[in-house]
Nanobody
């Protein structure tokens, strides 16, 4: 199972970006999908996660600005980021909890995409 993330880049403060992450491979079901981020010199932290049933959690720092969604038919998770701040600058990683076609539970990480918020 692999995750392919896209959509990062350079944006000015107050701007928006949309990240996408598509899962592929021997997938039976995806139980949870989420986004984490890691800024230089800091630990990786949860940004947002969404379960197969639609339950959502956000980090306090992004509530009201970021929106996570998923397209189950496409095995894809999105992160719409609005009102971006310089402190949102980080490498963003997608993550998924997957049940494979041989009914093995695996946690998968994407390759990371850089988000830089700067004027």
């Amino acid at each position: 199972v692999q995750l392919q993330a896209s959509g990062g880049g350079l944006v000015q403060p107050g701007g928006s970006l949309r990240l996408s992450c598509a899962a592929s491979g021997s997938i039976f079901s995806i139980n949870v999908m989420g986004w984490y981020r890691q800024a230089p010199g800091k630990q990786r932290e949860l940004v947002a996660r969404i379960t197969s049933g639609g339950n959502i959690n956000y980090a306090d720092s992004v509530k009201g600005r970021f929106t996570i969604s998923r397209d189950n038919a496409k095995n894809t998770v999105y992160l719409q980021m609005n009102s971006l701040k310089p402190e949102d600058t980080a490498v963003y990683y997608c993550n998924a909890g997957v049940t494979t076609t041989v009914f093995k539970e695996v946690e998968v990480w994407g390759q990371g995409t850089q988000v830089t918020v700067s004027s």
